[in-house]
């Protein structure tokens, strides 16, 4: 599952994810990875993806 999250992060954004923004999908619970497979057509960019980290941790 962090695979292909890791995938449509590339594919959406035509980047190579940072090592921080890997470290923090790995860590992710299943439900998580869940969420954030179906929110991530919704980020306009890599900061969104950031920001919905930041909110995890609230």
Do not use: T, V, Y
């Not at 090592?19 to 869940?34: A, D, G, M, V, Y």
Request: overall charge negative; glycine content about 4%.
């Amino acid at each position: 599952m962090q695979r292909l999250i890791l995938s449509q992060l590339e594919r959406k954004f035509s980047a190579e994810i940072s090592p921080i923004i890997k470290e923090n999908i790995q860590q992710l619970s299943l439900e998580k990875l869940e969420n954030l497979g179906i929110i991530i057509d919704g980020f306009s960019s890599l900061e969104d993806l950031s920001n919905w980290f930041q909110e995890l941790e609230q």
